[in-house]
């Protein structure tokens, strides 16, 4: 359409005057509406803010969605009345069961008996929203409860019982997809062994970590400040009331541990997986980006079904290479080798601690967040999260896997472009980092077949004390005091002979042993040790420490004393070589004293173990399998992608 007249001398022949009658006001109507529909169409394919791709909400599925078979029973519409009559006693209608659109489940992992994930009572509110925004029907429900803290013997047994009971949800009812809510330590790695065994479309929300925790104007970070709070009581420096009052300023709201523990660490990592969205693991809890985050999180999911984007398409070995960088770079917990190796096995990708040693040693700390830093969750939040840290190691070409595909659709690079950090004290460049060579060390020999040792947490006076001879570099040798569970340690740890350079060994604690794996190795100095201020001995065990701890101890060495392995041997006072150049752990003692050692065990019947107390402790002892092969149950690997390999179940009825 041409100008009715020249407007104030210009010449210029243009098609964006106004319409000069009624017919031109219908074209002009036409035309506008055209170009909207071509809009509409390109935001389609493109990014909000880095966030998820933002699809039609009528896009259809790319393959059938598992939840007809439920709930579009043209074969027999009687079984189809008795799956959907139940849930209209509580205000759903039939006509949204029946609608054809996605059903989406909530994993919900938060109850009175699990505070640190309670706040996903809430957020779970958001991911509904967002699941109903994007075109989807959310069917909230309980997860097996997992409580670090207070679940006893250890909250171990319950990583594979939450699996467990996971895996037999999502297979039985019809879900199409599921978010998994995720939080305190074992219930991340539970969920997503889940939802890599049933492999239905899935994704992670962090219940976020608590705010930062302080006393007398010094940070405190969970977990942590237990590990510092026994050493002031065990020193005499404070009383039992002040104990109780440290330890709780540690922890000052809703969340899991604001320390670089377990929690933050198998977080970040089902970020560095590409299971969760991209910057969502390190937002405090309390924060409104949770909840915001949590709304995306629900968005995504509907699209996620519609797109077919499964874990097995997600959870590939490109990925769980580029989160064993990532675990170095952050100063991720011990107990990440233990569950992400049992993540891979129940998706299918080979992956062992040689692996953790060849491709994340070399890789530098650059995170400034305890226990290997200073810092905590809020800054970490603030400086950029997990985003951040990628960005470096991608500018550094130390991201191994800038391709591997994300729950976003898009690549884990594409993700984080342009999130550069601007605080340089809490991500260091990959140029200037905290400390270089910071992974983790897969250590053998004769004491064990496999351990692990944290290098990041080994302190200055650690190093100079034990690693820092020029005779012997890299490598120290001591005589152990040997303590048979956490009982002995505490009875006797302030008895036996022990100095600065004393090994302090922990055995009958690992999956058999105690049962289940306890945190029970990171051992403190006895009494006189610290009041002369050495705060750290070397330590050894058969099962784990808290990923809160700053012991760079000798974990989860397999096979354990209950499983016959050599720690079971030793005594007090002999002689421990440990080598970390030659990733080697050796008993200084011969052949013939070991051999006349064991058939003295065996005689005996073997190490003794308690017995089982519950079914499921006798279960897990004779299914699981040892710490260096991510304690899974053993013949559960071999059930993988079960929504694709079995049709859904039999009807009930």
């Not at 880095?50 to 029973?73: I, N």
């Not at 006893?152 to 998994?180: I, K």
């Not at 004390?465 to 001591?478: H, I, S």
Request: one cysteine or more; aromatic letters at 6%.
């Amino acid at each position: 359409m041409t100008c009715e007249s020249d407007c104030n001398s210009c010449t210029t022949a243009c098609n964006d005057k106004a319409p000069a009658d009624i017919e031109d006001y219908k074209a002009e109507a036409q035309r506008l509406q055209a170009r909207v529909k071509e809009l509409e169409k390109q935001l389609s394919a493109q990014t909000l803010n880095g966030g998820p791709t933002v699809a039609s909400e009528d896009a259809p599925p790319k393959k059938p969605l598992r939840s007809a078979a439920w709930f579009d029973r043209p074969d027999d519409r009687t079984m189809q009345t008795l799956y959907i009559e139940r849930f209209l006693n509580y205000g759903m209608t039939k006509e949204e069961l029946l609608s054809g659109k996605p059903i989406i489940g909530i994993a919900q992992s938060g109850s009175d008996l699990t505070p640190c994930n309670k706040h996903h009572q809430i957020l779970a509110k958001r991911v509904r929203e967002g699941i109903r925004s994007a075109g989807g029907i959310a069917f909230e429900f309980p997860t097996h409860p997992i409580q670090e803290n207070v679940r006893r013997p250890t909250a171990t047994l319950d990583r594979n019982l939450s699996y467990l009971t996971l895996v037999e949800l999502l297979y039985a009812y019809p879900f199409d997809g599921v978010v998994l809510l995720t939080g305190c330590d074992k219930t991340t790695p539970a969920c997503l062994m889940a939802a890599a065994t049933i492999n239905i479309p899935a994704i992670c929300l962090n219940v976020g970590p608590m705010l930062n925790g302080w006393t007398k104007g010094e940070r405190m970070g969970s977990g942590a400040v237990l590990w510092r709070a026994r050493e002031l009581h065990a020193a005499g420096l404070i009383d039992d009331d002040q104990v109780t009052d440290m330890v709780a300023s540690g922890t000052p709201s809703a969340g899991h541990c604001n320390t670089m523990g377990t929690a933050s660490t198998m977080n970040a990592l089902a970020e560095a997986l590409g299971m969760a969205l991209p910057g969502s693991a390190a937002i405090p809890a309390v924060y409104r980006e949770r909840a915001q985050i949590a709304y995306s999180t629900g968005e995504r999911i509907v699209d996620m079904v519609r797109e077919d984007l499964k874990p097995s398409d997600i959870m590939t070995r490109k990925a769980f290479e580029n989160a064993i960088v990532v675990n170095t770079a952050i100063g991720g917990s011990t107990n990440a080798p233990i569950h992400l190796n049992a993540i891979a096995k129940h998706i299918g990708v080979p992956l062992d601690l040689d692996d953790w040693d060849r491709i994340g040693f070399e890789i530098p700390l650059l995170l400034h967040m305890s226990p290997a830093g200073k810092f905590l969750g809020e800054e970490y939040y603030r400086a950029g999260g997990l985003p951040a840290i990628l960005v470096e190691l991608i500018e550094a070409n130390a991201l191994p896997h800038l391709d591997a595909l994300t729950a976003t659709g898009r690549s884990i690079a594409d993700n984080v472009h342009g999130k550069k950090t601007w605080d340089k004290d809490m991500i260091r460049s990959f140029s200037d980092p905290l400390k270089t060579d910071a992974g983790f060390l897969h250590l053998k020999g004769t004491l064990f077949d496999s351990a692990i040792m944290k290098t990041s947490v080994i302190s200055d006076t650690f190093r100079k004390t034990l690693l820092e001879n020029p005779d012997d570099p890299n490598a120290f040798e001591g005589k152990v005091a040997v303590f048979d569970g956490p009982e002995d340690y505490h009875k006797n740890v302030d008895k036996v002979s022990v100095d600065e350079k004393t090994i302090l060994v922990m055995r009958g604690v690992g999956p058999l042993g105690y049962p289940g794996a306890a945190e029970v190795v990171n051992m403190r100095a006895p009494d006189h040790l610290l009041k002369r201020g050495v705060t750290s001995l070397p330590c050894i065990g058969d099962g784990r420490q808290s990923g809160t701890s700053g012991s760079p101890s000798i974990l989860n060495a397999t096979p354990e004393a209950a499983d016959g392995g050599n720690l079971a041997l030793l005594r007090n006072g002999d002689v421990v070589r440990v080598d970390l150049t030659k990733r080697r752990v050796d008993i200084m003692i011969s052949d013939e004293e070991l051999a006349s050692r064991r058939r003295e065990l065996d005689a005996k019947g073997g190490y003794p173990s308690p017995p089982s107390h519950t079914p499921w402790q006798d279960i897990f002892r004779r299914e699981v399998g040892g710490l260096s092969e991510g304690m899974v149950l053993k013949r559960a690997p071999q059930f993988q992608r079960v929504a694709q390999t079995y049709p859904p179940p039999r009807d009930n009825h």
